[in-house]
């Protein structure tokens, strides 16, 4: 392979990244219909029961007379002013939380998706494109093709050259970056 078949793959990769990262970005969404779910969950108002007399029975619980009864049961306490309302709450909270931690995770993996595309397409961050092309990997079908072939291509001597990476001037290099010798021992 030449230098200019892998500028030539590492261009139409950072195109491919782009798409899928715009995928990403409308596949991150679907989640809105179950925050919606939930917010109408939490915020509807929920009808509360008329209050009832002291020592009127509750106008859904009509006894018939009976003629000689035995003696009444204790009556229950009242629901609360505002009904069963707090299971109702607590299930939208939980659609709530949910949708938005996934509509928040997919769109960080969407923005690092055109992040390594743009990365990509200015030979830098060789290490990060790398990072992202395995996180890629996990979405099937497309992120998984995506991810393989970006893998294969920033693997090649050529494209590591581009990167800057055997010359000595990339992130990644231990000559970039050498520990300092330690002093010489004073006798």
């Known amino acids: 392979m030449n230098s200019n078949e892998t500028r030539e793959h590492l261009r139409l990769l950072s ?56 003696p009444p049961l204790p009556e229950a306490p009242p629901p609360p002013p505002g009904g069963d309302v707090f299971p109702m709450r607590v299930f ?15 769109m960080t993996v969407a923005t690092c998706i055109v ?31 995506l991810g393989v072939f970006t893998i294969i291509v920033l693997q090649r001597p050529e494209a590591r050259r581009l990167f800057g990476l055997d010359s000595g001037e990339g992130e990644e290099t231990a000559e970039s970056d050498p520990l300092p010798s330690p002093p010489p021992p004073e006798a």
Do not use: D
Request: aromatic share 12%; net charge neutral.
């Open 92 to 106: 939208g909270a939980f659609f709530v939380v949910i949708a938005s931690i996934i509509i928040v995770c997919g």
């Open 115 to 145: 992040m390594a595309g743009r990365r990509l397409a200015q030979f830098r961050r060789h290490t990060f494109c790398l990072v992202v092309a395995g996180i890629e990997c996990l979405f099937m079908p497309f992120g998984t093709v």
């Open 15 to 70: 195109i491919f990244h782009y798409v899928v990262g715009g995928l990403a970005y409308l596949f991150s969404l679907f989640p809105v219909i179950h925050l919606t779910i939930g917010l109408i969950f939490m915020l509807t108002p929920m009808p509360v029961p008329a209050p009832t007399p002291e020592g009127a029975p509750p106008a859904t619980e009509t006894a018939p007379p009976t003629p000689e009864a035995a």
